[in-house]
């Protein structure tokens, strides 16, 4: 990969800046010693110049790759025409969002925010507010699922961790087990109001729902008037092959939460929901100041109309995802000790390894490939839909390397 326009090296090293970063910024999140000046397509270029192949997209945020063409006039222009007014008043990029969005999809009514955590407390309150008339406040999340960091939605995630050292945490919550449907009902109780699932779940390994697991879901929650919560954050937007995966799996929830992928960079979260839950939410209940903002909706809009105007849905993503899943299943029959299965869906791909994850994204690292560890035994794939086939062939050559290099599994 040659070298860009306005890529070239700084005067100040990758570790130069970490360390000026490192003194300045709270360290929960663990970074690589890498720091970004630019991006292009499938492509980062770093401070010194060096590209990297990505196919990690800001996790799931980059489905159209780095500063698309589109999106980036888009913004560029509302930025000169109008940053922000208010909730209080009505704005075209927003309106014309969610009219691209209630169009597309089961949904009548839209509210917007900042991220994929508000959407969910969001969802929680409507649920809640809709259960208040016949007493009914309890929530289900799926063990191994992840909704966000904010109370509410931390709580409703079903991984210990996420919720250690924050107790106590609010009431009403409770976890079943994922694609198993006679778990999911003994959870269930007379208080319970709503049901949270992930189609496929992103920081949890990459797991997909069973298609049998969502249809008995929905059925279920029907006859007992409960809500079922599909949060596609990370599947929607084109990610899984459609423009939300609850299509492809032939189930229509009652709410919907997107995120990532939707803001092509900038926050952005929607509630999808029908016109009768969306009167849950009156006048007064819920809020958010800047959630929706016209610059944020003018880059979703170009997000939208790129994915459908240049042929990545309904069809044209899903041929290059199945080019690159072709092309990964060849890699494992090289080196089935190593890759033990290949999940996911569409875009969104997990490689479940015999453990030793973390070294072998290093060793991705190391071949300028950006990749996630999930876990101790899956890499998350997390590429854009508009890959190229060059692409796909550097990172099956480098993945080679990789596992080539990582020699017995279970030594050293």
């Not at 994922?178 to 709503?194: Q, S």
């Not at 997909?208 to 409960?226: H, M, N, S, V």
């Not at 990545?312 to 899943?325: M, S, V």
Request: aromatic content about 8%; overall charge negative; proline content about 6%.
């Amino acid at each position: 990969m040659r070298l860009e326009e306005g890529s070239h090296p700084s005067t100040v090293s990758n570790a130069e800046w970490a360390v000026r970063g490192n003194r300045v910024l709270v360290g929960n999140v663990r970074r690589e010693d890498l720091v970004f000046r630019k991006g292009r397509g499938s492509w980062l270029y770093d401070v010194e110049g060096n590209p990297y192949l990505d196919f990690l997209g800001g996790v799931a945020i980059h489905v159209l790759g780095h500063c698309h063409p589109r999106v980036t006039v888009a913004v560029q222009k509302q930025a000169q025409r109008l940053l922000h007014t208010s909730n209080l008043y009505y704005h075209e990029p927003q309106i014309l969002l969610a009219e691209f969005l209630v169009r597309e999809t089961f949904a009548d009514r839209v509210f917007f925010a900042n991220s994929g955590t508000e959407v969910v407390e969001a969802a929680i309150k409507l649920a809640r507010r809709y259960g208040d008339r016949t007493g009914r406040y309890g929530l289900l999340g799926l063990e191994g699922s992840f909704h966000g960091r904010t109370l509410g939605a931390l709580t409703l995630t079903g991984q210990k961790k996420i919720r250690e050292g924050i107790g106590p945490l609010p009431g009403g919550f409770d976890w079943a087990p994922f694609n198993d449907i006679e778990g999911v009902v003994r959870k269930v109780t007379p208080e319970t109001v709503a049901i949270f699932v992930e189609p496929v779940q992103g920081e949890g390994g990459v797991v997909p729902a069973d298609p049998g697991f969502l249809r008995e879901l929905r059925r279920f929650t029907r006859e007992r008037d409960i809500l079922l919560v599909f949060d596609e954050i990370q599947t929607g937007i084109g990610r899984t092959g459609t423009l939300f995966a609850y299509e492809s799996f032939d189930v229509v929830p009652d709410i919907l939460l997107s995120a990532k992928a939707l803001g092509g960079g900038l926050p952005l979260g929607a509630l999808l929901t029908t016109s009768q839950l969306a009167e849950y939410l009156p006048p007064g209940s819920h809020g958010s100041t800047f959630g929706g903002n016209p610059l944020a909706c003018a880059a979703g809009l170009a997000v939208l109309e790129a994915l459908f105007e240049e042929g990545y849905l309904p069809e044209g993503g899903q041929r290059i995802a199945d080019t690159l899943w072709e092309e990964l299943s060849s890699l494992r029959e090289l080196y089935p000790e190593w890759i033990r299965e290949i999940r996911g869906k569409g875009m969104m791909i997990g490689l479940v390894l015999p453990g030793r994850a973390v070294e072998v994204k290093d060793r991705f690292l190391r071949e300028k490939v950006l990749v996630n560890a999930t876990g101790p035994e899956v890499i998350r794939l997390l590429p854009p839909v508009n890959l190229s086939l060059e692409e796909i062939a550097t990172f099956i050559k480098s993945a080679d390397r990789v596992f080539a290099s990582m020699g017995n599994p279970g030594g050293s």
